[in-house]
């Protein structure tokens, strides 16, 4: 059974750097055909697909947060770690970390989700 756990501070600053990391039990994150994705929802509003860090290590990211994302990992800890530069009181959401699987084109597991709120 895969594990996904979100872990980070919950509340940022406004400028500073939000650093969230999942830890992933069950299953390894370089198993081929598997997407580790960061999702957010802000409140009152929808699901928002921040970027992904694949099976190889490749990542992409959202147009609209490219400058601001990174995502990287730490194979020999299973994890991948979200970085969102530069927050705003608007990147306050509920975070989590997902596995998509090219195989079924789906998340077949989430994380719980971590609330991230931005404020002086």
């Known amino acids: 059974q895969v594990q996904l756990q979100e872990s980070g501070p919950g509340l940022v600053k406004p400028s500073q750097t939000l650093s969230l990391t999942c830890t992933v039990s069950g299953g390894s994150i370089t198993t081929t055909s598997y997407y580790w994705t960061w999702i957010r929802q802000p409140p009152g509003k929808g699901l928002e697909w921040i970027g992904y860090i694949a099976y190889s290590g490749s990542t992409y990211y959202t147009p609209s947060l490219k400058s601001r994302t990174s995502i990287s990992r730490d194979t020999s800890k299973n994890q991948f770690t979200l970085q969102l530069s530069s927050v705003t009181p608007e990147d306050t959401a509920v975070y989590y970390c997902?596995?998509?699987?090219?195989?079924?084109?789906?998340?077949?597991?989430w994380g719980q989700g971590t609330q991230v709120t931005v404020s002086s």
């Open positions: 997902t596995r998509w699987y090219s195989g079924w084109q789906a998340y077949d597991y």
